[in-house]
T-cell receptor
Framework: GQNIDQPTEMTATEGAIVQINCTYQ??????LFWYQQHAGEAPTFLSY????GLEEKGRFSSFLSRSKGYSYLLLKELQMKDSASYLC???????????FGPGTRLSVLP | NAGVTQTPKFRVLKTGQSMTLLCAQD?????MYWYRQDPGMGLRLIHY???????AKGEVPDGYNVSRLKKQNFLLGLESAAPSQTSVYFC???????????????FGPGTRLTVL
């Protein structure tokens, strides 16, 4: 089965850089997804990693190390609108279902 | 395209009452999912479907039933609601891909259910 762990809450200052970590244990691996979820809204897709290394997409980057079962989401030049929960998810062995981590609630302060 | 829609957006039930949540998608996706989200617990899969006429249990299926009579619709039923089913329910859909894929899930706006 799959097991995913993330910090519950983080706080950062506007304009700063923040790294949100995700550790996972899976019997197989079909990639790792990051989602952003603003309060009261649905999750939206941010990034996908299947190979080791860093994937950069504007202010957001996502890193994966398959050997360590570890990923992080890096948010640069933080803005107030980045205050949200960030969910890490991995598909199951067949790629049919997703297992989600508990989510990290990020608060960006002025 | 409306994407994924959910009906209703809010509902208050009394213990023992029944209701059905409707999820509809217009993206011709094969896979559909029902999740519940509770504070501090992330998204937990209730039931899912990999195609019209098929359903399967997820992580927390007890107390819920589902049906996928049409490809575009996925219904979640609560036969006898309990206070433990107070939650936010999200529906999602996805294209039919197995193995590594960039194809993500697309989520509906959620249904906020309170059971008194």
């Amino acid at each position: 089965g799959q097991n995913i762990d993330q910090p519950t809450e983080m706080t950062a200052t506007e304009g700063a850089i923040v790294q949100i970590n995700c550790t996972y244990q899976t019997s197989g691996f079909n990639g790792l997804f990051w989602y952003q979820q603003h309060a009261g809204e649905a999750p939206t897709f941010l990034s996908y990693n299947v190979l080791d290394g860093l994937e950069e997409k504007g202010r957001f980057s996502s890193f994966l190390s398959r050997s360590k079962g570890y990923s992080y989401l890096l948010l640069k030049e933080l803005q107030m609108k980045d205050s949200a929960s960030y969910l890490c998810a991995v598909p199951d062995n067949y790629g049919q279902n997703f297992v989600f981590g508990p989510g990290t609630r990020l608060s960006v302060l002025p | 395209n409306a994407g994924v829609t959910q009906t209703p957006k809010f509902r208050v039930l009394k213990t023992g009452q029944s209701m059905t949540l409707l999820c509809a998608q217009d993206m011709n996706h094969e896979y559909m999912y029902w999740y519940r989200q509770d504070p501090g617990m992330g998204l937990r899969l209730i039931h899912y479907s990999v195609g019209e006429g098929t359903t399967a249990k997820g992580e927390v299926p007890d107390g819920y039933n589902v049906s996928r009579l049409k490809k575009q619709n996925f219904l979640l039923g609560l036969e006898s609601a309990a206070p433990s089913q107070t939650s936010v329910y999200f529906c999602a859909s996805r294209v039919p891909v197995q193995g590594p894929s960039t194809d993500t899930q697309y989520f509906g706006p959620g249904t906020r259910l309170t059971v008194l």
